[in-house]
């Protein structure tokens, strides 16, 4: 079985690259003024153009306005949309209106919350589990949280998936058999600080999901 992965709030040349080099299958952008990885335009045009072909960007964002979502596609060349706190409508508007594969994040802490990913049939192309952060919280992911794996047990996917939330080298291997996910997504678990990615970490973590 093929486990891909996924860098998130990607912000410099250096740790692009090393996500590249490592066996990244995906790169993604932050397009969200709130957190420590946002991106502008220029930014994200600079690192789009160095992202090789067999590698998808992936644009993340917060339940977005148009004219975001437009500068955004153009200056990441995106290939698909990961849309957090954004509703089922919504998706499949900016999925029909942009083109692009669109991804559905569901946050989770409660099996209750799993349930939710079944509103996103016929709107999403994936659904991205993500731990639920806290109340009041001002990022809806990339904080380093992890929610209970064992929710996923005999769940009944809707969508193919991916799997987020509190991710790092030592214990993304476990979670990968632990759940099965084909696709996994880390930011905060390559990071030396906030936004600050650290290219030794994506490297042990690529490392870590190619064993």
Same mark, same amino acid.
């Given at each position: =079985?093929?486990?891909?992965?996924?860098?998130? *709030?990607?912000?410099?040349?250096?740790?692009?690259?090393?996500?590249?080099? %490592?066996? +990244?299958? !995906?790169?993604?952008?932050?397009?969200? $003024?709130?957190?420590?990885? &946002?991106?502008?335009?220029?930014?994200?045009?600079?690192?789009?153009? /160095?992202? $090789? %072909? !067999?590698?998808?960007?992936?644009?993340?964002?917060?339940? $977005?306005?148009?004219?975001?979502?437009?500068?955004?596609?153009?200056? %990441?060349?995106?290939?698909?949309?990961? #849309?957090?706190?954004?509703?089922? =409508?919504?998706?499949?508007?900016?999925?029909?209106?942009?083109?692009?594969? @669109?991804?559905?994040?569901?946050?989770?802490?409660?099996?209750?919350?799993?349930?939710? +990913?079944?509103?996103?049939?016929?709107?999403?192309?994936?659904?991205?589990?993500?731990?639920?952060?806290?109340?009041?919280? @001002? #990022?809806? *992911?990339? =904080?380093?949280?992890?929610?209970?794996?064992?929710?996923?047990?005999?769940?009944?996917?809707?969508?193919?998936?991916?799997? @987020?939330?509190?991710?790092?080298?030592? &214990?993304?291997?476990?979670?990968?058999?632990?759940?099965?996910?084909?696709?996994?997504?880390?930011? @905060?678990?390559?990071?030396?600080?906030? %936004?600050?990615?650290?290219?030794?970490?994506?490297?042990?973590?690529?490392?870590?999901?190619? /064993?």
């Amino acid at each position: =079985m093929l486990i891909t992965a996924k860098i998130c *709030g990607l912000t410099t040349r250096e740790t692009l690259d090393a996500a590249v080099a %490592g066996g +990244a299958s !995906h790169v993604g952008f932050v397009f969200f $003024p709130p957190s420590p990885r &946002n991106l502008d335009a220029d930014r994200a045009r600079a690192l789009a153009g /160095r992202v $090789p %072909g !067999h590698v998808r960007r992936v644009g993340v964002f917060v339940d $977005p306005e148009d004219a975001l979502i437009d500068t955004a596609v153009t200056a %990441g060349r995106l290939d698909a949309l990961q #849309l957090h706190k954004t509703a089922p =409508m919504r998706v499949a508007e900016l999925a029909r209106r942009t083109g692009l594969e @669109s991804w559905a994040a569901v946050a989770v802490k409660t099996r209750a919350d799993l349930d939710r +990913a079944r509103d996103f049939t016929g709107a999403a192309h994936r659904i991205l589990y993500d731990a639920r952060t806290p109340d009041g919280a @001002s #990022l809806p *992911g990339g =904080m380093g949280l992890r929610f209970d794996w064992s929710l996923l047990d005999g769940f009944r996917h809707p969508l193919p998936w991916a799997l @987020s939330g509190g991710l790092d080298a030592s &214990n993304v291997a476990e979670a990968i058999g632990r759940t099965g996910a084909t696709l996994v997504d880390v930011s @905060s678990g390559v990071e030396s600080a906030p %936004g600050v990615k650290d290219v030794d970490k994506i490297a042990a973590f690529l490392k870590a999901v190619s /064993r």
